[in-house]
Antibody, heavy 120, light 111 residues
Framework: QITLKESGPTLVKPTQTLTLTCTFS??????????VGWIRQPPGKALEWLAL???????RYSPSLKSRLTITKDTSKNQVVLRMTNMNPVDTATYFC????????????WGQGIMVTVSS | QSVLTQPPSASGTPGQRVTISCSGS????????VYWYQQLPGTAPKLLIY???QRPSGVPDRFSASKSGTSASLAISGLRSEDEADYYC????????????FGSGTKVTVL
């Protein structure tokens, strides 16, 4: 079955750049229609979509965070990387990566999430 | 504030039917599919509904959804204690820059 797992630092300082890696298995990001997205959730708050990368390397970003985000893929390693610059305490959240059903905008399999705290 | 508006809470007793609304606009629900996710405490979200009213395999038919105009709703019939969770609607928004938007979330409590 498809699995995804997030990895990266759990504590970053304000103004630093956060780099998170999503490592997945049992699907390929070179398969037509496939995508991987990033979603975050501050403690006690709602889900917030951040970015999505498609099999053809098309990238989509949250308009409010676009200037700070970069999403890339490494098909050979089955990984998707999200970079977020200029981290702020309000960016403290659990960050999830998720598999997008081909040619469908549903995220059907999610990683367990990684809690990232921004603090000096 | 979320682009998609949901009531913050809903509740019912075991066996009852609970409905959650999701209000949007022509730019999102009015022109794109709606998705529903269930998030049990301390866990990652789970896809409940896709393409407005379709259930992935494994999702009980106690969960159903519908859409009309710029609003959508999720119904849970035969409410069970394990349904106590947060529920989120979602859709693409065709605003100035297309983006995937989640609702504000509804906490369902089983009394």
């Amino acid at each position: 079955q498809i699995t995804l797992k997030e990895s990266g630092p759990t504590l970053v300082k304000p103004t630093q750049t956060l780099t998170l890696t999503c490592t997945f298995s049992k699907f390929s990001l070179s398969t037509s229609g496939v995508g991987v997205g990033w979603i975050r959730q501050p403690p006690g708050k709602a889900l917030e979509w951040l970015a999505l990368i498609y099999w053809d390397d098309d990238q989509r970003y949250s308009p409010s965070l676009k200037s700070r985000l970069t999403i890339t893929k490494d098909t050979s390693k089955n990984q998707v990387v999200l970079r977020m610059t200029n981290m702020n305490p309000v960016d403290t959240a659990t960050y999830f990566c998720a598999h997008r059903i081909p040619y469908n905008d549903a995220f059907d399999v999610w990683g367990q999430g990684i809690m990232v705290t921004v603090s000096s | 504030q979320s682009v998609l508006t949901q009531p913050p809470s809903a509740s019912g007793t075991p066996g009852q039917r609970v409905t959650i609304s999701c209000s949007g606009s022509r730019a999102n629900i009015g022109s794109n599919s709606v998705y529903w996710y269930q998030q049990l405490p301390g866990t990652a979200p789970k896809l409940l509904i896709y393409a407005d009213d379709q259930r992935p395999s494994g999702v009980p038919d106690r969960f159903s959804a519908s859409k009309s105009g710029t609003s959508a709703s999720l119904a849970i019939s035969g409410l069970r204690s394990e349904d106590e969770a947060d529920y989120y609607c979602a859709a693409w928004d065709d605003g100035l820059t297309a983006s995937y938007v989640f609702g504000s979330g509804t906490k369902v409590t089983v009394l």
